[in-house]
């Protein structure tokens, strides 16, 4: 998909040959006011809201809000903005097809009277209400084009910027008379899959997130597929073990299902009691939730160990497969990859899947995990078959997958499922190279640019990111170019760049943009130096007294540019001090509290705690600039950085950072 950033008067200049005369949305200064915005009768909740949005946003922009108008009103006006289809667009725009063919397809089409923006929604009435992750869903549509083409409209023909949640990262400029020139603009996007990008602010989930709406208005929230990032058998041994041990995992022992813990337990996946259990959830959870899609077969986590050894199962692996390390409770080998296994088992319960429900667009979700990173060697997936490839090169290009024993890189494993599987999902655990968990500036944005187009390059319908914890003065042009591009991975990243600096800072973005640039080229050499994985206590080397003072520096010029500048630009750059602020104390209480596991010194306590205090207060002052939830210090991010919170006992993994798979 390839979606400019036009300006209104870019769009204003189109031309088309299907109309002469422009369509003038709203012109102040002759007194034409807004068209009225008309959105089809009994829209759902979530597209109906997308509407109200766009009532907003005008009356933000040119001072007069347009009437909102449900269904199809008698007389018709003489101008109007149509949101969603209803028979009457079909008879003003005749030379527009309305038959939208691709999932999630929208157009944005001027005519010489009217506007139309609409898309391809797919509801079901008596389910718009359905149990969520955290909470109800209210509205859930299976698509929702319309709101996204509405979503698509206000950024790329009203130029209205969201560089970040909240009031002070909206962006919509001042229009006396907004006119365009026949014009339409039809695309669907490539990646269904969006909402776990920034799975904290996803439908239903609540806690960390607190961009919701700035989510749904990137047109992440809203996809088309509902993918998780998850295992599927985590309750298996509580309902099975007793009754019927033969679903599980053979041990060399002779055992089944004793080997690891309850919740990793392994499944025997060429047992066909397996395969109609599976099933029986499948129905179950179609009893509770008509319009689920996508079911998952994923294998339970403790990707190495109490993998079955049963013939038959051994029987599906392929002997020219990558060489791998399994454990089991006494004994461990180096036995192919599981890869065909996996995707033996998932082709099983697809062709299951088609047979009980046929012609219904139902899919298996099989991870691509452990010791299934590797592509099959024969096994090929089923077109009813997802992958979701655990692939951890989101901020990590070079990373190699630490089970594998040919030295293969997480890339190289993605690119492979892309050369050979019809749906292929990218789904990263981030680490924490540089602090990406403790909400420092661990950047990585031309990497992020370029890795997101890869994944497109390589068939990717699906994004799940574990995790972005929503810091958004330290990480946000981060989240801003991965949102964009996670819509439309063709877009120009450079040029992305370019607009959120110059837009949400005016004078000050060369310096604001010195910054963050700054320390991502000594993140990046931090890296390229310690690895990926070179610890908290480490993150000094990057975070020197040296570039903290430059960094600084920069943004003390930012403010000065600014100082006298009306709007909002001189908040913004405070917003960005704010982070870096928040950097400099987390860095002090690094150094200090590394001093006092070591000897304990009641300064030093008293030095950290007042530190804690301010980060607090920080968070309290600027409360998307930092996300106070994910790091404050009683949790496993922020361990021993605090004097009420020791390190757990050393264990030599914790130099590997967060990331266990």
Same mark, same amino acid.
């Given at each position: 998909?390839?979606?400019l950033?036009?300006?209104?008067?870019?769009?204003?200049?189109?031309?088309?040959?299907?109309? @002469?005369?422009?369509?003038?949305?709203?012109?102040?200064?002759s007194?034409?006011?807004?068209?009225?915005?008309?959105?089809?009768?009994?829209?759902?909740? =979530?597209?109906?809201?997308?509407?109200?949005?766009?009532?907003?946003? !005008?009356?933000?922009?040119?001072?007069?809000?347009?009437?909102?108008?449900?269904?199809?009103?008698?007389?018709?006006?003489?101008?109007?903005?149509?949101?969603?289809?209803?028979?009457?667009?079909?008879?003003?725009?005749?030379?527009?097809?309305?038959?939208?063919?691709?999932?999630?397809?929208? !157009?944005?089409?001027?005519?010489?009277?009217?506007?139309?923006?609409?898309?391809?929604d797919?509801?079901?009435?008596?389910?718009?209400?359905?149990?969520?992750?955290?909470?109800?869903?209210?509205?859930?549509?299976?698509?929702?084009?319309?709101?996204?083409?509405?979503?698509?409209?206000?950024?790329?023909?009203?130029?209205?910027?969201?560089?970040?949640?909240?009031?002070?990262?909206?962006?919509?400029p001042?229009?006396?008379?907004?006119?365009?020139?026949?014009?339409?603009?039809?695309?669907?996007?490539? &990646?269904?899959?969006?909402?776990?990008?920034?799975?904290?602010?996803?439908l239903?989930?609540?806690?960390?997130g607190?961009?919701?709406?700035?989510?749904?208005?990137?047109?992440?929230? =809203?996809?088309?597929?509902?993918?998780?990032?998850?295992?599927?058998?985590?309750?298996?041994?509580?309902?099975?073990?007793?009754t019927?041990?033969?679903?599980?995992?053979?041990?060399?022992?002779?055992?089944?299902?004793?080997?690891?813990?309850?919740?990793?337990?392994?499944?025997?996946?060429?047992?066909?009691?397996?395969?109609?259990?599976?099933?029986?959830?499948?129905?179950?959870?179609?009893?509770?939730?008509?319009?689920?899609?996508?079911?998952?077969?994923s294998?339970?986590?403790?990707?190495?160990?109490?993998?079955?050894?049963?013939?038959?199962?051994?029987?599906?692996?392929?002997?020219?497969?990558?060489?791998?390390t399994?454990?089991?409770?006494?004994?461990?080998?180096?036995?192919?990859?599981l890869?065909?296994?996996?995707?033996?088992?998932?082709?099983?319960?697809?062709?299951?899947?088609?047979?009980?429900?046929?012609?219904?667009?139902?899919?298996?979700?099989?991870?691509?995990?452990?010791?299934?990173?590797?592509?099959?060697?024969?096994?090929?997936?089923?077109?009813?078959?997802?992958?979701?490839?655990?692939?951890n090169?989101?901020?990590?290009?070079?990373?190699?997958?630490?089970?594998?024993?040919?030295?293969?890189?997480?890339?190289?494993?993605?690119?492979?499922?892309?050369?050979?599987?019809?749906?292929?999902?990218?789904?990263?655990?981030?680490? @924490?190279?540089?602090?990406?968990?403790?909400?420092?500036?661990?950047?990585?944005?031309?990497?992020?640019?370029?890795?997101?187009?890869?994944?497109?390059?390589?068939?990717?319908?699906?994004?799940?990111?574990?995790?972005?914890?929503?810091?958004?003065?330290?990480?946000?042009?981060?989240?801003?170019?991965?949102?964009? !591009?996670?819509?439309?991975?063709?877009?120009?990243?450079?040029?992305?760049?370019?607009?959120?600096?110059?837009?949400?800072?005016?004078?000050?973005?060369?310096?604001?943009?010195?910054?963050?640039?700054?320390?991502?080229?000594?993140?990046?050499?931090?890296?390229?130096?310690?690895?990926?994985?070179?610890?908290?206590?480490?993150?000094? =080397?990057?975070?020197?007294?040296?570039?903290?003072?430059?960094?600084r520096?920069?943004l003390?010029?930012?403010?000065?540019?600014?100082?006298?500048?009306?709007?909002?630009?001189?908040?913004?750059?405070?917003?960005?001090?704010?982070?870096?602020?928040?950097?400099?104390?987390?860095?002090?209480?690094i150094?200090?509290?590394?001093?006092?596991?070591?000897k304990?010194?009641?300064a030093?306590d008293?030095?950290?705690?007042?530190?804690?205090?301010?980060?607090?207060? &920080?968070?309290?002052?600027?409360?998307?600039?930092?996300?106070?939830?994910?790091?404050?210090?009683?949790?496993?991010?922020?361990? @021993? =950085?605090?004097?009420?919170?020791?390190?757990?006992?050393?264990?030599?993994?914790?130099?590997?950072?967060?990331?266990?798979?």
């Amino acid at each position: 998909m390839r979606v400019l950033l036009y300006s209104a008067l870019l769009i204003a200049s189109c031309q088309s040959t299907f109309w @002469s005369d422009d369509f003038t949305l709203v012109d102040v200064d002759s007194g034409i006011e807004p068209a009225p915005i008309i959105v089809f009768a009994d829209a759902p909740p =979530l597209t109906r809201q997308a509407a109200v949005e766009l009532a907003d946003a !005008l009356e933000r922009i040119c001072g007069q809000r347009p009437e909102l108008i449900d269904g199809r009103p008698e007389p018709l006006p003489d101008r109007a903005v149509w949101v969603g289809f209803q028979p009457v667009v079909a008879e003003l725009f005749p030379k527009v097809d309305f038959e939208f063919e691709h999932p999630e397809e929208f !157009l944005i089409a001027a005519g010489e009277n009217h506007l139309v923006i609409a898309g391809r929604d797919r509801w079901d009435p008596d389910h718009l209400v359905v149990d969520g992750v955290d909470e109800k869903i209210t509205g859930r549509q299976q698509e929702y084009g319309t709101a996204n083409a509405v979503y698509t409209f206000l950024q790329d023909y009203l130029n209205v910027r969201w560089f970040w949640p909240g009031k002070l990262g909206e962006d919509l400029p001042q229009q006396q008379s907004i006119s365009y020139a026949p014009f339409e603009n039809r695309d669907h996007p490539q &990646i269904r899959a969006r909402g776990g990008a920034f799975r904290f602010s996803a439908l239903s989930v609540k806690g960390y997130g607190r961009s919701h709406a700035w989510s749904r208005r990137q047109r992440l929230q =809203l996809g088309s597929l509902e993918i998780g990032g998850g295992h599927a058998f985590g309750d298996w041994w509580d309902r099975f073990y007793e009754t019927q041990p033969e679903l599980f995992a053979l041990q060399p022992d002779g055992t089944r299902g004793t080997y690891p813990e309850p919740r990793n337990v392994k499944l025997c996946q060429s047992n066909e009691a397996v395969w109609r259990m599976w099933l029986a959830d499948v129905e179950a959870q179609l009893e509770k939730d008509p319009n689920q899609r996508v079911f998952n077969a994923s294998p339970n986590d403790g990707w190495y160990s109490g993998h079955c050894v049963c013939e038959e199962c051994l029987a599906w692996d392929h002997p020219d497969g990558e060489p791998r390390t399994f454990r089991w409770d006494d004994h461990q080998e180096q036995r192919p990859a599981l890869s065909d296994r996996h995707v033996t088992f998932a082709n099983r319960l697809a062709e299951l899947l088609e047979q009980k429900y046929p012609g219904r667009d139902y899919y298996v979700q099989m991870l691509a995990y452990g010791h299934s990173r590797p592509a099959p060697i024969e096994a090929r997936p089923a077109d009813n078959v997802i992958m979701v490839s655990v692939a951890n090169f989101f901020g990590r290009t070079a990373l190699v997958d630490r089970g594998s024993s040919w030295g293969t890189t997480h890339r190289e494993q993605f690119q492979a499922w892309g050369e050979l599987a019809p749906h292929v999902m990218w789904r990263p655990n981030t680490g @924490s190279p540089a602090g990406w968990q403790q909400g420092l500036p661990d950047l990585s944005v031309q990497q992020t640019i370029a890795d997101i187009k890869f994944a497109a390059e390589n068939h990717c319908r699906g994004i799940y990111i574990d995790s972005v914890w929503e810091h958004w003065a330290t990480q946000g042009p981060q989240y801003y170019v991965m949102a964009q !591009l996670i819509w439309d991975p063709d877009q120009d990243g450079e040029a992305i760049l370019d607009d959120y600096y110059q837009r949400a800072f005016g004078p000050a973005a060369g310096d604001v943009r010195a910054y963050y640039e700054l320390v991502e080229t000594a993140r990046m050499d931090f890296v390229a130096e310690h690895g990926y994985g070179a610890g908290m206590y480490n993150f000094p =080397l990057l975070y020197t007294d040296e570039l903290l003072a430059e960094a600084r520096e920069h943004l003390d010029r930012a403010a000065a540019e600014v100082e006298d500048v009306s709007g909002t630009y001189a908040e913004r750059v405070e917003f960005v001090r704010a982070g870096l602020r928040y950097t400099e104390l987390v860095l002090e209480n690094i150094v200090a509290m590394e001093s006092y596991w070591k000897k304990k010194d009641d300064a030093l306590d008293a030095n950290v705690r007042g530190n804690w205090e301010a980060i607090q207060r &920080i968070c309290e002052q600027h409360p998307y600039a930092v996300n106070w939830g994910p790091v404050r210090p009683s949790t496993s991010r922020m361990t @021993s =950085l605090h004097p009420d919170h020791p390190s757990p006992k050393w264990d030599p993994r914790m130099a590997e950072g967060f990331d266990r798979n």
